[in-house]
Antibody, heavy 121, light 107 residues
């Protein structure tokens, strides 16, 4: 069974940084595109960033472009989200998700349990 | 960006009811429309992809349809475990965008 486990969330001050990690297991991690999706308290889902299996394709939402960086280490079966210049509106549960199949842009077939990021002074 | 609009935002229904949720895209997205179910306090789960294909393990009482800009999710014979929030998402063009969600509550 595919497993995705996020870590790294917590409290950060405005302007601060956090690095989220997502460990994938029970599947060939290097074969699949990965994404980060967030959900602010009481709000809907918001796509944040995606990275293709070989890192050829990387896309960001405008709301995080220039502040967040998505990356992956296929040797370590890990996905990362470096978040800099954090703002109050970045407060959310952050989910990592794996594409259902091999093509970039496939539906998000598997999700982690999420990690909470709170940005507050 | 492609805007996704769901209706209604919430609804109340009883066990055994048939429920219909609609999702409209601001421009054509062919059949690149996915539905997710999210139970309270849990991560979203893929329910239907490519407008009408059920993800493995999803009961047949869930049906998806539509193409272009208008899509529908129907839940027949609503069960207690179906009370959740349902969100549509387009995977036609980045940025991938979600609808605001439809909360299905117990009447």
């Amino acid at each position: 069974e595919v497993q995705l486990v996020e870590s790294g969330g917590g409290l950060a001050k405005p302007g601060g940084s956090l690095r989220l990690s997502c460990a994938g297991s029970e599947y060939p991690f290097s074969h699949y595109s990965m994404s980060w999706v967030r959900q602010a308290p009481g709000k809907g889902l918001e796509w944040v960033a995606s990275i293709s299996a070989s890192t050829v394709y990387i896309f960001y939402a405008d709301s995080v472009k220039g502040r967040f960086t998505i990356s992956r280490d296929n040797a370590e079966n890990s996905l990362f989200l470096q978040m800099n210049d954090l703002r109050a509106e970045d407060t959310a549960v952050y989910y990592c998700a794996r594409d259902l199949a091999f093509d970039f842009g496939d539906p998000l077939g598997y999700w982690g349990q999420g990690t909470l990021v709170t940005v507050s002074s | 960006d492609i805007e996704m609009t769901q209706s209604p935002s919430s609804l109340s229904a009883s066990v055994g009811d048939r429920v219909t949720i609609t999702c409209r895209a601001s421009q054509t997205i062919s059949k690149y429309l996915n539905w997710y179910q999210q139970r309270p306090g849990k991560a979203p789960e893929l329910l239907i992809y490519a407008s009408s294909t059920l993800q493995n393990g999803v009961p047949s009482r869930f049906t998806g349809s539509g193409s272009g800009t208008d899509f529908t999710l129907i839940i027949n014979n609503l069960q207690p475990e179906d009370f959740a929030t349902y969100s549509c998402q387009q995977s036609y063009r980045t940025p991938w965008t979600f609808g605001q969600g439809t909360k299905v509550e117990i009447k």
